[in-house]
Every structure is written in C-alpha cells, then in structure tokens.
C-alpha cells in the first residue's frame, strides 16, 4: 500500500547534514517532506493553525538546543496530534532507552543513528498508513456525529431503543406513544442515519463510540 500523495514527512533535526539527507532519501522514494531546524519552530508551525488534514509522520531527534524532541512530543500528545501524527525518534545509541520509554507512551518507533535507508523508509511508510488510517476514523466519526445532530430529542429515543433490537411495540408501550408513531421515527432515524436495519444502525454507534 503506497502513502496517499499528499503525505507529509516532517523532519526536526538541528544538524543540517541530517535534515539534508533524509529530505534526499524521501525524494528518491517520491515521498514530500518539510524540515524544521529545531522544535521550536515546528511548535510554532503547529501554533499558526496547522490541521491534520493529510497523512503525516514525524521524524524527530531527541537531543536538540533549547526544547528538546521529548519536549515537543508531549505537546503533540497534549493535543491530541501524536496519533494521528506518528512519531519516529531519530536517535543516537545512548538515547535508545530514552527512545523506547517513548515508545510506550506513544511513539510510533526509533531509528537509531546512523539508520538503515531501507528500514526507515518501510516504516515512515508504515507511519504514514497509520496515519491515513486515524484520520479516515476521525473523519468517520465526524460524520457520524454530524447525522446525529440532524436527529431530534424523541428520535433519539427511539433511536438508542432500535439499536438495543427492542420492537416497535416494547418501544412504544417505554414511551408512552403509538406504534405507528414509532414507526415513523424509525424510519425518519434510518433515512437520517443512512442505514437500512436495526443491525446496521447499531454497528454504526458501536464503531462512532470506538473510534
């Protein structure tokens, strides 16, 4: 599976030689990428309205001047953007611990210096795909949501009633409303929701609620 053509590979690093030569490698694989010179200026990028609307990953060293990668990777946790912004650690060998204690809080992987072309390249793929994968959930949600706000207080009775498989009649008799009321919301709240039976809507909550 190829990265979406819009992806983007974010590379922090201060050394020059560094971001120059990873932004050649991602070029010969017809992957794009944006370098940052330090994580202040990434965080600042961030700051003047960045949204993640593309597949993107970041690669980015642990030790810089002033604000360190770790620091700047609980700000990306802290809002939200580690997930769906996949973190590779660029690291040198007495950092791998370090690195791995991030990878248990949410790093997508390491790459220790100097790193193997091929290895990295599979896995800012990889990245990219998880992060393809996260937004396409989001964005899922968000529709989701939004047909949910299209229903009104009694539809959304009926609707939660529907999903636990109750028939019209149990739903009416809870209610205290006609069947044929029921029936009419029921039908209102599949056309809204844009499914065709009780299974359907409740997988359609189940995975709005998981994602």
Same mark, same amino acid.
């Given at each position: 599976?190829?990265?979406?053509?819009?992806?983007? %590979?974010?590379?922090?690093? /201060? /050394?020059? =030689?560094?971001?120059?030569?990873?932004?050649?490698?991602?070029? =010969?694989?017809?992957?794009?990428?944006?370098?940052?010179?330090?994580?202040?200026?990434?965080?600042?990028?961030?700051?003047?309205?960045?949204?993640? +609307?593309?597949?993107?990953?970041?690669?980015? /060293?642990?030790?810089?001047?002033?604000? =360190?990668?770790?620091?700047?990777?609980?700000?990306?946790?802290?809002?939200?953007?580690?997930?769906?912004?996949?973190?590779?650690?660029?690291?040198?060998?007495?950092?791998?611990?370090?690195?791995?204690?991030?990878?248990?809080?949410?790093?997508?992987?390491?790459?220790?210096?100097?790193?193997?072309?091929?290895?990295? %390249?599979?896995?800012?793929?990889?990245?990219?795909?998880?992060?393809?994968? #996260?937004?396409?959930?989001? +964005?899922?949600?968000?529709?989701?949501? /939004?047909?949910?706000?299209?229903?009104?207080?009694?539809?959304?009775? %009926?609707?939660?009633?529907?999903?636990?498989?109750?028939?019209?009649?149990?739903?009416?008799?809870?209610?205290?409303?006609? #069947?044929?009321?029921?029936?009419?919301?029921?039908?209102? #709240?599949?056309?809204?929701?844009? %499914?065709?039976?009780?299974?359907?809507?409740?997988?359609?909550?189940?995975?709005?609620?998981?994602?």
């Amino acid at each position: 599976m190829q990265p979406a053509p819009n992806a983007t %590979v974010f590379i922090v690093d /201060d /050394d020059a =030689s560094v971001r120059e030569a990873l932004a050649w490698l991602l070029r =010969s694989r017809h992957l794009l990428s944006e370098n940052f010179p330090s994580a202040e200026a990434f965080a600042a990028m961030l700051q003047g309205g960045y949204t993640t +609307r593309h597949p993107s990953c970041l690669l980015l /060293d642990v030790r810089m001047p002033g604000m =360190s990668g770790l620091a700047l990777f609980e700000q990306l946790r802290e809002r939200g953007l580690a997930e769906a912004m996949p973190v590779i650690f660029l690291t040198g060998h007495a950092d791998v611990p370090t690195a791995v204690d991030m990878v248990k809080r949410g790093a997508f992987d390491f790459c220790e210096k100097p790193f193997s072309d091929n290895a990295l %390249v599979d896995r800012i793929e990889q990245a990219l795909e998880r992060s393809a994968a #996260v937004l396409a959930a989001w +964005r899922e949600r968000e529709r989701i949501e /939004d047909r949910l706000g299209e229903l009104t207080d009694r539809e959304r009775d %009926v609707m939660r009633l529907v999903a636990r498989g109750m028939p019209n009649k149990l739903i009416a008799d809870q209610l205290a409303i006609s #069947v044929r009321t029921v029936e009419v919301h029921r039908a209102r #709240v599949f056309d809204k929701m844009e %499914v065709k039976s009780a299974v359907e809507l409740a997988n359609l909550l189940r995975s709005g609620d998981d994602k």
